[in-house]
């Protein structure tokens, strides 16, 4: 069974940046497809950024040259650095994973089987 826990979250001023992190309790390799979700209130999960498993990254136009997704395996930790934040960036943020070796299609929430609790990211203007 595969746990994600998500840190690093906080409060912001707009053109700001922040890391988070997601600390895995399972094994987590370039065997798992894994990604970052956001979700403000009143609105749908987003998919954020996308780590496949044959390492290539995915980014909405909304965040592209901003985040950057990346994962250390020894440490078994995926990140989110995110830098030129904006006060439309403030959410909840998620990390999920795929089941092993599944390759993504694209940042769809209903194909992750792994999530995170969450951690709140607020960017004031």
């Known amino acids: 069974q595969v746990q994600l826990v998500e840190s690093g979250g906080g409060s912001v001023q707009s053109g700001g940046s922040l890391s988070l992190s997601c600390a895995t309790s399972g094994y987590i390799s370039r065997r798992y497809c894994v990604a970052w979700f956001r979700q403000a209130p009143g609105k749908g999960r987003e998919g954020v950024a996308l780590l496949n498993t044959d390492g290539t990254t995915v980014y909405p136009d909304s965040v592209k040259g901003r985040f950057t997704i990346s994962q250390d395996n020894a440490k078994n930790t995926l990140y989110l650095q995110m830098n030129s934040l904006k006060p439309e960036d403030t959410a909840m943020y998620y990390c999920?994973?795929?089941?092993?070796?599944?390759?993504?299609?694209?940042?769809?929430?209903?194909?992750?089987?792994?999530w995170g609790q969450g951690t709140q990211v607020t960017v004031s203007s």
């Open positions: 999920a994973a795929r089941g092993p070796t599944q390759y993504c299609s694209g940042l769809t929430p209903s194909i992750f089987l792994y």
